[in-house]
């Protein structure tokens, strides 16, 4: 069994920096792109960010030269650097990884962490 376990969320003043991380843990064979979504009220589940097992690098054009996505691989986690935030970052974000295990790669989600930003 896998579990994507996130941490870091909260609430800060635009303007201000959050890093997100989120770890994968259980019987897990290889990991190949991990990914950050987030979901605002009333909204659709957007990508955010994603980075390949050989650190290629995609950005949603809103958090382009804001966000940083990055992974360790040893350790099996996945971070979210987060500057200039702005109100409209706010949403509930969650972690994404392809993963294989026993079973054919497929696809895993954390519970989600809530990021507000005030303005």
């Known amino acids: 069994q896998v579990q994507l376990v996130e941490s870091g969320g909260g609430l800060v003043q635009a303007g201000g920096s959050l890093r997100l991380s989120c770890a994968a843990s259980?019987?897990?064979?290889?990991?190949?792109?991990m990914a950050w979504y987030r979901q605002a009220p009333g909204k659709q589940r957007e990508l955010v960010a994603a980075?390949?097992?050989?650190?290629?690098?995609t950005y949603a054009d809103s958090v382009k030269g804001r966000f940083t996505i990055s992974r360790d691989n040893p350790k099996n986690t996945v971070y979210l650097q987060m500057n200039d935030l702005k109100p409209e970052d706010t949403a509930v974000y969650y972690c994404?990884?392809?993963?294989?295990?026993?079973?054919?790669?497929?696809?895993?989600w954390g519970q989600g962490t809530q990021v507000t930003v005030s303005s």
């Open positions: 980075i390949t097992s050989e650190h290629t690098t």
């Open positions: 259980g019987s897990i064979f290889s990991i190949n792109t």
């Open positions: 994404n990884a392809a993963i294989r295990t026993w079973y054919p790669l497929r696809d895993y």
